[in-house]
């Protein structure tokens, strides 16, 4: 029985819940889908564009890290979908959540990213938020050892590579 703890992290448009799905299933793992924690009024305010700040990611962030702690302390694994963008987002997924959680960053090009967005459809987040998503990005640094992927790749190869180091 797999008792990992990963969140699938990225800007929008990286397939962090394609892949984390795919991932999760194959594994026989819980997914959570962390844009499901979000508040209303966060949902409402990304519906309108408007980019949220650290203190309107917080209370998701906690929500987040709360599952995270709850699978560890039943000693069963988990899979997040998160954005997770910057390393202090990071840094509270581990404190409050766990800290040995496996961070999975995917790692797209801008036309590939502009190209998924554009083809998604209903979902709240508009494709306008992927210039503040990548100002805010902070890629992960060594030694948050996060294992990182090219999503110029077709989502079954990043799964079967995720399944191997897993396995």
């Not at 966060?42 to 309108?48: D, I, K, L």
């Amino acid at each position: 029985m797999d008792t990992g703890l990963y969140v699938f992290m990225g800007v929008a448009g990286s397939g962090k819940t394609t892949i984390g799905a795919q991932f999760a299933r194959a594994r026989d793992l819980p997914f959570v889908e962390g844009d499901d924690l979000h508040s209303a009024e966060n949902r409402r305010r990304m519906a309108a564009g408007i980019p949220l700040s650290d203190s309107d990611r917080r209370p998701w962030l906690l929500a987040i890290a709360d599952r995270l702690h709850e699978a560890r302390h039943a000693g069963h694994g988990l899979v997040v979908a998160c954005s997770a963008l910057k390393r202090s987002y990071r840094d509270l997924l581990r404190t409050n959540g766990a800290p040995d959680v496996r961070f999975v960053f995917l790692r797209g090009k801008r036309p590939l990213l502009d190209e998924r967005l554009a083809a998604r459809r209903g979902h709240f987040m508009p494709a306008s938020l992927l210039d503040s998503q990548l100002a805010t990005l902070e890629e992960p640094a060594p030694d948050e050892a996060a294992w990182v992927y090219d999503v110029g790749q077709a989502p079954a190869a990043i799964v079967a590579d995720l399944v191997r180091r897993t396995a």
